[in-house]
């Protein structure tokens, strides 16, 4: 069955005001979607949904042939996983966080040794210039150093699906070129979700998915969507 599906999706903050409306789409076992739109379209509200966070006016979100509704949301937290746009939720010291996704990552849904080897080696040199700061909690590190070690927590816990707000928007050209690296070994393994404003972010997405004013007007190769921003 197809792992995500959305039929006839809706959601009002206020009766009458529809922040997402009638949005029908399905993703594919291990296929990465890019969302853009500008700000206010329903793109993070759309994220919200998914996530099981909130629950749609209309429609229906079906998980594997099952309404979400239906399915246990523990189980369902397991499977899809979030990394908000700003990782300033860090704890622990940076080492640990490091020490975490070493650890795990034989579990991580990152079969392909090359990726798996391509990770590590990003990890490996997220250090640089923070030796005398690995003990300390995150906030000692860049932005870009944050966001890659939240992707890196993200997928220690296995997840099939990753959903992400705009994971590099705040960030410098290097690290946003390493995350989406990471993104596109990763994918074929996991279904991606990513929210990005820059369409040059998601080159590695199998679709773009355009939302305008709570509809998705587009939906298709990145290749057929207009050039915008
Ligand atoms: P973004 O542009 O990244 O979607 P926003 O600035 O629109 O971020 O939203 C930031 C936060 O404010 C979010 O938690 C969102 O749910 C909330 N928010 C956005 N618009 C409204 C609104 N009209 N009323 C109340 N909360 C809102
Ligand atoms: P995007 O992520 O594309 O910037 P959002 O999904 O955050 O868009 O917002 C879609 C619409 O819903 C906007 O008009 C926004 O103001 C409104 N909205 C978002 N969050 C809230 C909220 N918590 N309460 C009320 N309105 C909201």
């Known amino acids: 069955a197809t792992p995500l599906e959305v039929v006839n999706l809706s959601y009002e903050y206020a009766p009458g005001k529809n922040a ?12 990465a979607v890019g969302i853009v739109g500008p700000s206010g379209a329903g793109k993070s509200t759309l994220a919200q949904l998914l996530l ?17 509704n239906d399915i246990d949301h523990a189980w369902w937290a397991k499977r ?5 746009q ?10 640990e966080n490091i020490r975490f996704f070493r650890d ?22 997220l250090p640089q210039g923070l030796d005398s700061h690995l003990g300390e909690r ?25 959903i992400l707000d705009e994971p590099t928007s705040s960030l410098d050209a290097v690290s946003e070129r390493l995350i989406r690296q990471t993104l ?3 994918k074929g393994e996991t279904t991606i979700l990513i929210i990005a404003h820059r369409l040059s ?25 207009q050039k915008e921003s």
């Open 20 to 31: 997402l409306q009638g949005a029908t789409f399905r993703v594919e076992r291990g296929e």
């Open 52 to 68: 099981g966070v909130r629950r749609p006016t209309h429609g229906e979100l079906l998980v594997s042939g099952t309404p979400l």
């Open 80 to 84: 899809v996983t979030f990394v908000p």
């Open 86 to 95: 700003d990782a300033r939720l860090l704890t622990g010291s940076a080492a």
């Open 104 to 125: 795990h990552i034989d579990d991580a849904a990152v079969r392909d040794a090359a990726a798996k080897a391509h990770i590590l080696d990003d990890l490996e040199k």
């Open 138 to 162: 995150g906030g000692r590190l860049s932005g870009g150093q944050r966001q890659r070690l939240a992707i890196a927590r993200a997928l220690a816990g296995r997840p099939e699906i990753l």
């Open 184 to 186: 596109s070994e990763l």
């Open 201 to 225: 972010t998601l080159k590695f997405c199998d679709r773009i998915m355009v939302v305008e004013r709570g509809k998705i007007t587009s939906l298709g190769a990145p290749q057929t969507v």
